[in-house]
């Protein structure tokens, strides 16, 4: 189960937004605080920054653990109809909902790094975009007892990716 909130004032060009959630996933529970800042500095989407902090709190029976991470996006128009958009985040976690991306990060992963690039050709007339990107995850993977979820052995760093190609619209 994942509930979550979100805010969200527009302040000329820029953007300030402030979330929370709580999440029960893989035996704990978790609470996330949330605060993301978006600078469209030419006033318009040909440039964008947006930076992401994250609080985030888990917690089984009576062990606890606070993670910090933080994440930013850079986009940019490159052609008249083409925007490179780059994104990493910094800082380790894991069982995380991402208030802002909606994604929720559910394995027992310990994720150190996750960097992506993607492509983005807006059709205006329909409101929709195609995309196509590729996204790199850094991240230990480890055998979790059922008694313990913060009690890992056996850790493994591993590094892999996902590449992606759809199309997204807004109703």
Known sequence: MVVGVKAEKNLGVFTLSLAGSHSNLNLSKQNTAAASLTILPLGNLNLYLTANGYLHGQKQKDAAIQQFMHSYTL????????????????????????????????????????????????LYKSGASLFAGARFYSSESMFVPVDGVFATTNSREINYQSYTFGISWKL
């Open 75 to 122: 986009g940019f128009k490159i052609a008249k109809h083409l925007w490179l958009e780059g994104y990493s985040t910094f800082g380790e976690f894991s069982n995380l909902y991402d208030p802002f991306s909606e994604l929720t990060y559910n394995s027992l992963e310990l994720y150190r790094n996750i960097s992506s690039l993607s492509l983005i050709v807006p």
